[in-house]
């Protein structure tokens, strides 16, 4: 994590919005950037691009495990894997233990985006910053 130089509250606040909504929020953003013809800040497009790339990505991982899950459901003794997996903890507030890893990486992202940091995930965070000029 960098800090960032002169980064304005409503840019914090898109930033932290837009991991908020799965990229929703910074999509908006680009679009009223390009009819309005402003420049986008490289901070903003960074936490927009890496909102936008998690949520594809993990929209696609889901969408596997999901098929995963159904060809392991119909397997004798491996079925409790799934449920396991997907089981509500009483000490995450009810959340299985995906639910909590994935609140807590969005919660992460959207706390340091909203400090005014770039924030760090591997590999996804590389490939953004090679994408929007950053290194």
Known sequence: MHPSRQIYPIERIIAAATYLTAGGV?????II???????VTQFLMYHILQ???L????????????????????IPV???IPYLINMPLPFVFG???VQAVTTSVIL??????GMGLYSYLPWIS????????RR
Not at 108 to 113: G, H, P
Not at 126 to 133: F, L, S, Y
């Open 26 to 30: 910074g999509f908006v953003w680009l």
């Open 33 to 39: 950037a390009a009819v309005m013809r402003k420049q």
């Open 51 to 53: 909102s936008i790339f």
């Open 55 to 74: 949520s594809i990505a993990y929209f696609l991982l889901a969408t596997f495990a999901e098929l995963i899950y159904i060809i392991l459901y119909r």
């Open 78 to 80: 491996i079925n409790a």
């Open 95 to 97: 959340l299985s233990i």
């Open 108 to 113: 992460y992202l959207a706390i340091t985006a």
């Open 126 to 133: 590389d490939i953004i910053n090679i994408n929007t000029g």
